[in-house]
């Protein structure tokens, strides 16, 4: 069975702080995929990144970036020098096959930035 | 513009009522999905559609009907078994070959 863990619920940072959001998987597969979103207030989940089991390269996109460790089984998700509109809840997300299959959801980790 | 379009935004409902979430894509993505979200649980899958005219159930589906007539829509009925059925609700649509999921904005229903 697959399973993504979010430990961490809630995080409070003040603006300008860099802040890591803690994504574990569980999977039996070789072939797996993880993604992140990212949901605002407005309610919509935003997708941010996807990655392939065999990719275990890191990834930086502007301000964010991804660890990956498969010997750790984490996909963590840092934001540089965080921002106000950085506030929203962030779901981690697992699946063995890539195309038209479910997402497994982590629970969520809100992210609170303070002026 | 492309996407999904959820209906109604807000919907309050008697208990023991049914009533139904519309879901419209036009991406033209071939599978669609319901997942329930409430506080501190995250997303959880209701029902999934890869095709016209099937589906499966996800890990919630007790309280919970769907059809797929058209590729474009995918109506979350929430009928009167489901014990508690206030929550947000989020309809998806995937990319056959990106994987990605694509979301609307969501329905929130209260049970009065």
């Known amino acids: 069975a697959q399973k993504v863990t979010q430990a961490q619920t809630e995080i409070s940072v003040v603006e300008k702080e860099d802040v890591t959001l803690d994504c574990v998987y569980e999977?039996?597969?070789?072939?797996?995929?993880l993604f992140w979103y990212k949901q605002p207030p407005s309610g919509e989940l935003v997708f941010l990144i996807r990655r392939n089991s065999f990719d275990e390269q890191n990834e930086i996109s502007g301000r964010y970036s991804w660890n990956f460790q498969k010997s750790t089984s984490s996909f963590n998700f840092t934001i540089t020098a965080s921002q106000v509109v950085d506030s929203a809840v962030y779901f981690c997300a697992l699946s063995e096959f890539i195309g038209n299959t479910p997402l497994v959801f982590g629970k969520g980790t809100r992210l609170s930035v303070i002026a | 513009d492309g996407g999904i379009t959820q209906s109604p935004k807000y919907l309050f409902r008697k208990e023991g009522q049914n009533v139904t979430l519309s879901c419209e894509q036009n991406?033209?993505?071939?599978?669609m999905y319901w997942y329930r979200q409430d506080p501190g649980q995250g997303l959880r899958l209701i029902y999934y559609?890869?095709?016209?005219?099937?589906?499966q159930k996800g890990d919630i589906a007790e309280g919970y009907s769907v059809s797929r007539e058209k590729k474009e829509s995918f109506p979350l009925t929430v009928t009167s078994a489901q014990k508690n059925p206030t929550a947000f609700y989020l309809c998806?649509?995937?990319?056959?070959?990106?994987?990605?999921?694509?979301f609307g904005e969501g329905s929130r229903l209260t049970v009065l």
């Open positions: 998806a649509s995937s990319n056959s070959y990106t994987g990605e999921l694509f």
């Open positions: 991406l033209n993505h071939d599978a």
């Open positions: 559609s890869q095709i016209v005219n099937d589906f």
């Open positions: 999977t039996r597969d070789t072939t797996y995929y």
